[in-house]
């Protein structure tokens, strides 16, 4: 391999690759850790035994538990938001949040975590509150904008104001997400179908 392949911007080697994976190792960790036994519950010694690594090793790459949770909110938080834009520009938003839901089934752990962290997160001296405040307020924020788009197109006969709308959706996707992962039998996929024509009008899905 020459030198010129080596350095190539955009080529991870050595340390900063190790680097990166273990950072990864440690989050993938916590998650499982604090989805278990929440944030107050877990440790990061309890995580650093599960990786079979020192706590100085976790320390090293997270130097407080409040940061590493971030990291793991972050992570379990950053899959399909393109997506989700993508989709609600070109088949409307309630077509863009059901196939938000039908990724998210495949990731319980994630969602689980979430929920569970949303909870205890309410109490305003936890790490994680205002990381979840403005979390729901950019997700409120950019559904509005796509119930708005979609009842200037027709295709929501909802005339509510959008962010009344976009309340109400967030409010009862955390609903039946809580209510899936506490019976996983439940149909989530048919039964925010059904929500959604409620809430926003018989045409709202492409196929209604």
């Given at each position: 391999?020459?030198?010129?392949?080596?350095?190539?911007?955009?080529?991870?080697?050595?340390?900063?690759?190790?680097?990166?994976?273990?950072?990864?190792?440690?989050v993938a960790s916590a998650t499982s850790v604090f989805s278990t036994r929440g944030y107050r519950g877990g440790s990061l010694r309890e995580i650093a035994k599960q990786l079979?690594?020192?706590?100085?090793?976790?320390?090293?790459?997270?130097?407080?538990?409040?940061?590493?949770?971030?990291?793991?909110?972050?992570?379990?938080?950053?899959?399909?938001?393109?997506?989700?834009?993508?989709?609600?520009?070109?088949?409307?938003?309630?077509?863009?949040?059901?196939?938000?839901?039908?990724?998210?089934?495949?990731?319980?752990?994630?969602?689980?975590?979430?929920?569970?962290?949303?909870?205890?997160?309410?109490?305003?001296?936890?790490?994680?509150?205002?990381?979840?405040?403005?979390?729901?307020?950019?997700?409120?924020?950019?559904?509005?904008?796509?119930?708005?788009?979609?009842?200037?197109?027709?295709?929501?006969?909802?005339?509510?104001?959008?962010?009344?709308?976009?309340?109400?959706?967030?409010?009862?996707?955390?609903?039946?997400?809580?209510?899936?992962?506490?019976?996983?039998?439940?149909?989530?996929?048919?039964?925010?179908?059904?929500?959604?024509?409620?809430?926003?009008?018989?045409?709202?899905?492409?196929?209604?």
């Amino acid at each position: 391999m020459s030198d010129e392949t080596a350095s190539r911007p955009g080529t991870r080697r050595g340390p900063y690759a190790k680097s990166a994976h273990r950072r990864a190792e440690i989050v993938a960790s916590a998650t499982s850790v604090f989805s278990t036994r929440g944030y107050r519950g877990g440790s990061l010694r309890e995580i650093a035994k599960q990786l079979d690594l020192s706590l100085t090793t976790v320390v090293h790459h997270f130097p407080s538990k409040s940061a590493l949770l971030v990291a793991v909110l972050e992570s379990a938080d950053s899959a399909h938001t393109d997506s989700f834009q993508v989709d609600s520009q070109k088949e409307g938003v309630a077509y863009a949040v059901l196939q938000y839901v039908r990724r998210n089934v495949d990731r319980p752990e994630m969602l689980r975590l979430l929920a569970l962290m949303a909870a205890e997160s309410s109490a305003s001296d936890h790490p994680a509150h205002e990381w979840f405040r403005h979390r729901y307020e950019l997700t409120i924020g950019m559904l509005a904008i796509a119930v708005r788009r979609d009842q200037e197109e027709g295709r929501i006969s909802n005339a509510r104001d959008s962010r009344g709308i976009a309340e109400s959706l967030v409010a009862l996707w955390d609903g039946l997400q809580l209510q899936w992962l506490i019976d996983p039998h439940r149909d989530i996929v048919a039964t925010m179908t059904a929500a959604l024509k409620d809430l926003l009008g018989p045409h709202a899905l492409p196929d209604a």
